[in-house]
Each structure stands twice: as structure tokens, then as C-alpha cells.
């Protein structure tokens, strides 16, 4: 009965450690990519006038776009810096999916 019990404890305390794990993709944002993008996709940096970083907000086509493809082009992007490009997956798809918010999408 005790093993039992403790095998679902420790399923329970799995399942509840593996929410909070999940990247926050606002958080991930803030942290890797507002300094070029603004705060909200905005590109109103002092980096995205130097380099002509096009705003994200508002951006009609990458709104349409899927999550896997927004995470597809945050990677293929050369200017990005190398910290950006070592993102782990989870945190790719959360940055991705926050993108497409600030794109206008869903």
C-alpha cells in the first residue's frame, strides 16, 4: 500500500515539475530578444535603428505563419546572437509562439 501511494506521489510531483519547466515564452522574449525588438515587437531600439530590425507588431505575414515556422526562422536568422541560436527547443517554441502574438495572430 505504502509503494503504492508513493509511486503516485512521485508521478504527481513529475507531472506538477514538468509545468513549471515549460518555458515562458514573454519571459524568454524579454530576456533574449527585446533588446533588438522592443519590449513589444516594436523595434523601437536603439540596435533595431542601427541595424534595420523590421518590427514584429503588427507584421501580417509572420502572423499567418505557424509557430514550427516562426521557431524555423528565429533559427535560421544569422544576425541573431549566438546565445539566441542556443535556445533549447522549449524555450524556441515559447519565443515563437509570443512572436506570433505580438505579430497580430493568435
Known sequence: MIGRSLVGALGLAF??????YAADGAAVY???CAKCHGAEGKSDTPVAEKMKIPPIAGDAA???LAE???AAKIKAVKKHPPK????????LNAVAAHVKKLAGGN
Open 68 to 70: 514550427s515556422e516562426i
Open 30 to 32: 524579454t530576456e533574449q
Open 84 to 91: 539566441a541560436a542556443k535556445m533549447s527547443d522549449d524555450e
Open 15 to 20: 507531472l506538477a515539475g514538468s509545468a513549471s
Open 62 to 64: 509572420l502572423a499567418a
